[in-house]
């Protein structure tokens, strides 16, 4: 199986968590995977880990997942 990520380390993000919203840079890439049909990409930004469904590329598609 192929994994492809929506960022690369170095990419500038918007990153949503429980309390907040803020501007971050990609640090690290961690992909959890089952090795059959099941896989979890994680971000690791200056703040802390955060799952893919939480990355945007602007701060107006973060906005819209709202």
Same mark, same amino acid.
């Given at each position: 199986?192929?994994?492809?990520?929506?960022?690369?380390?170095?990419?500038? /993000?918007? &990153?949503?968590? *429980?309390?907040?919203?803020?501007?971050? &840079? $990609?640090?690290? $890439? *961690? $992909?959890?995977?089952? %090795?059959?049909?099941?896989? +979890?990409?994680?971000? %690791?930004? /200056?703040?802390?880990?955060? $799952?893919?469904?939480? &990355?945007?590329?602007?701060? +107006? +598609?973060?906005?819209?997942?709202?």
């Amino acid at each position: 199986m192929t994994i492809e990520t929506k960022f690369d380390i170095g990419d500038k /993000v918007w &990153v949503k968590d *429980l309390k907040s919203i803020s501007q971050g &840079v $990609i640090m690290g $890439i *961690l $992909i959890r995977d089952d %090795g059959a049909t099941f896989y +979890e990409v994680h971000y %690791g930004c /200056v703040t802390s880990p955060v $799952i893919d469904d939480n &990355v945007f590329p602007t701060k +107006e +598609e973060l906005l819209k997942s709202l």
